[in-house]
């Protein structure tokens, strides 16, 4: 991840971002009413879902090192498959390990864990469109470990960490497995005299405005990516983040519900439920997302969110 992180800082050095916009298909009914199509583009769906040669490169850096080490293990990556001639500069594979984690000892739940069990989901880089906007201490490195279809375990990397007030970006990276704990950062619990949400800040909608006025927040803050977002609730900037839209993905939410949940924290669909991350899901987090801090009465709030509103997101 650490690894991955240089790669987006060195192509944003560089220059040249290499912005593509993605392909997004919207799938609409042919009957559906011309409104109805010209609302759709209004909100912006089908836009800004872009991939910059950060994102290319820094997934290739990620798979390449852990396809090596672990061949049997299925890895699932945001910007897609990789070809199998696909060569990557040989110092973007890496293949030493994190001593002080290593030398823990691992929960003996993790004790009879087979590759095949293991689905590692990859966002080379999480917060595309505030990268390419320049809010950089949006953008994440996301590497999430699920087994038997849990989020057990999760990297999040935050490159440009202090990029504002340290001279030498060094970024930094968190880890959790439940069950073990976590790492690479000071927990912190939310106050306790307001409460305050994190959502969206570039892919909202009226539904994602009605849940949050049903929370009635004394605060809400709108900043980019699913890891920082995560980021918020792990240090006690919010209490919880609640995004009532399907647009997040497996390898949105994987490696942040495992650091969350490796804290005492929980991230669920807005319905209450755990998603499951098993290799033949479906990508897209299509119930949403509701994700609370340690020591938050999570189901409650879920609870306060109208059926009206949650019967936009059947299973
Ligand atoms: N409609 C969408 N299309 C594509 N990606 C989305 C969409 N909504 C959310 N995401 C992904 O989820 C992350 C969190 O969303 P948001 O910042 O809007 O809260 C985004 O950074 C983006 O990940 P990525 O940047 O890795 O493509
Ligand atoms: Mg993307
Ligand atoms: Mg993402
Ligand atoms: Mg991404």
């Not at 498959?81 to 030493?96: G, L, M």
């Not at 320049?134 to 470990?145: E, N, P, R, Y």
């Not at 504002?164 to 927990?187: A, H, I, S, Y």
């Amino acid at each position: 991840a650490t690894r991955a992180g240089k790669i987006i800082k060195d192509v944003m050095s560089g220059g040249d971002l290499a912005i593509v916009q993605k392909r997004q298909s919207v799938s609409v009914s042919r009957s559906v009413c011309f409104n109805y199509m010209v609302s759709i583009l209004m909100q912006g769906l089908g836009h800004n879902d872009l991939q910059t040669e950060a994102d290319r490169s820094a997934q290739r850096c990620i798979i390449a090192s852990l396809s090596q080490q672990f061949p049997d293990v299925t890895i699932i990556g945001e910007e897609g498959p990789s070809s199998p001639t696909d060569e990557v500069p040989s110092d973007w594979v890496v293949t030493e390990s994190d001593q002080d984690i290593i030398s823990r000892e691992c929960p003996k739940e993790y004790g009879v864990t087979k590759p095949e069990d293991v689905v590692v989901w990859v966002d080379p880089l999480d917060g595309t469109s505030e990268y390419t906007q320049g809010l950089l201490d949006h953008v994440t490195v996301l590497i999430g470990i699920a087994v038997n279809g849990r989020a057990v375990g999760g990297v999040i990397h935050q490159p440009y960490y202090n990029y504002q007030t340290e001279k030498d970006v060094r970024g930094r990276t968190l880890w959790g497995l439940v069950g073990l704990g976590v790492g690479g950062f000071n927990p912190v619990d939310p106050p306790t005299d307001k409460f305050i949400i994190t959502t969206t800040r570039s892919h909202s909608d009226g539904i994602v405005v009605k849940a949050l006025e049903a929370l009635n927040p004394d605060e809400i803050l709108r900043v980019g990516g699913a890891g920082h977002k995560v980021l918020l609730l792990l240090e006690g900037k919010a209490h919880a983040y609640v995004f009532a839209s399907k647009g997040c993905k497996k390898w949105d939410t994987c490696a942040p519900e495992a650091v969350l949940e490796a804290l005492g924290g929980k991230l669920t669909d807005i319905h209450g439920n755990h998603y499951s991350y098993a290799k033949d899901v479906q990508f897209p987090d299509s119930q949403g997302i509701f994700a609370t801090a340690r020591g938050v009465d999570h189901a409650t709030l879920v609870s306060k969110i109208p059926q009206e509103l949650r019967e936009a997101f059947p299973y």
